[in-house]
């Protein structure tokens, strides 16, 4: 069954980084990418970007652009999620979910992880 | 804000049928498919509906999509308790290039 852990909880101080990580099982990691959703305490979802797994190639959201780094290691099954230069507003639950996307759009997450609370706090 | 637009909240009785309506634009809905999310507090969100009106193996029938230009609605017949959640539609923007979730939909079952 397709399964994605997360990482652990993380409490980073305002402009530091964070690197959550995403480890896949249960399928073929190149036949589908990886997206990045978060969830700030008591609002929405809200789509980060999404990395292929297949080649690499990225779709950031412009609001995260320059500020958020999605890598894959395909000998691990694993994808990393790094935001940087953290800010208060930065606290919530970070998702990692299955995606498949075409040069042209992303068609919605089927499987997801678990989610990691990411803290920003001085 | 988000580009698309649902109702905060629905309540109905336990047995009766609720729609939630998910409203965008000819950039969003009106030319991708729509995907529908089921997220009880405190869990990950769970996938209901996928291209319009496709159920994920498992996802009983009592929960359909539709939609017609624009709109997209999720429909759950036979509420039950367990549907006590809150809704997302989401759908990709080609203006945002980005895929977008509606602000959600807290469902109550009297």
């Known amino acids: 069954q397709v399964q994605l852990v997360q990482s652990g909880g993380e409490v980073k101080k305002p402009g530091a980084s964070v690197k959550v990580s995403c480890k896949a099982s249960g399928y073929t990691l190149s036949s589908y990418g990886i997206s990045w959703v978060r969830q700030a305490p008591g609002q929405g979802l809200e789509w980060m970007g999404w990395i292929s797994s297949y080649n690499a190639a990225t779709k950031y959201a412009k609001k995260f652009q320059g500020r958020v780094t999605m890598t894959t290691d395909t000998s691990t099954d694993t994808a990393y999620m790094e935001l940087s230069s953290l800010r208060s507003d930065d606290t919530a639950v970070y998702y990692c979910?299955?995606?498949?996307?075409?040069?042209?759009?992303?068609?919605?997450?089927?499987?997801w992880g678990q989610g990691t609370l990411v803290t920003v706090s001085s | 804000q988000s580009v698309l637009t649902q109702p905060p909240s629905v309540s109905a009785a336990s047995g009766q049928k609720v729609t939630i309506s998910c409203s965008g634009s000819s950039s969003n809905i009106g030319s991708y498919y729509v995907s529908w999310y089921q997220q009880v507090p405190g869990t990950a969100p769970k996938l209901l509906i996928y291209e319009d009106n496709k159920r994920p193996s498992g996802i009983p029938d009592r929960f359909s999509g539709s939609k017609s230009g624009t709109s997209a609605t999720l429909g759950i017949t036979g509420l039950q308790t367990g549907d006590e959640a809150d809704y997302y539609c989401g759908t990709w923007d080609t203006s945002l290039s980005a895929y977008v979730f509606v602000s959600g939909t807290r469902v109550t079952v009297l």
């Open positions: 979910a299955r995606e498949y996307c075409t040069s042209d759009s992303c068609y919605g997450a089927d499987y």
